[in-house]
């Protein structure tokens, strides 16, 4: 049996926790998430103009030190 399923981005979690009640106990179960952006062509390209721009210009950047870095990241996982 083959099926697809199709959500927001605001339904993934009530829908991960009930998949996994619905396939509980089941190893043979394969699952494959495919993400889709619906953004257009145009738009996606605009944006990444725009933050190519921002890089080249030094505006609208977060810059980490190595020890910062590893501490945000850290903080993350707990």
């Known amino acids: 049996m083959e ?3 199709k959500l927001k981005s605001s339904e993934l979690e009530i829908a991960l926790q009930k998949l996994k009640m619905l396939i509980q106990g089941d190893e043979n179960v394969e699952i494959t998430i495919t993400v889709k952006n619906s953004t257009k062509k145009e738009e996606y390209f ?3 103009t725009k933050s ?5 210009n030094n ?3 977060v810059s980490f030190s190595v020890p910062e870095f590893q501490e945000f990241s ?3 996982i707990k």
């Open 3 to 5: 099926t697809v399923i």
């Open 46 to 48: 605009e944006r990444l």
């Open 52 to 56: 190519i721009d921002d890089i080249e």
């Open 59 to 61: 505006r609208n950047l």
């Open 74 to 76: 850290q903080s993350l």
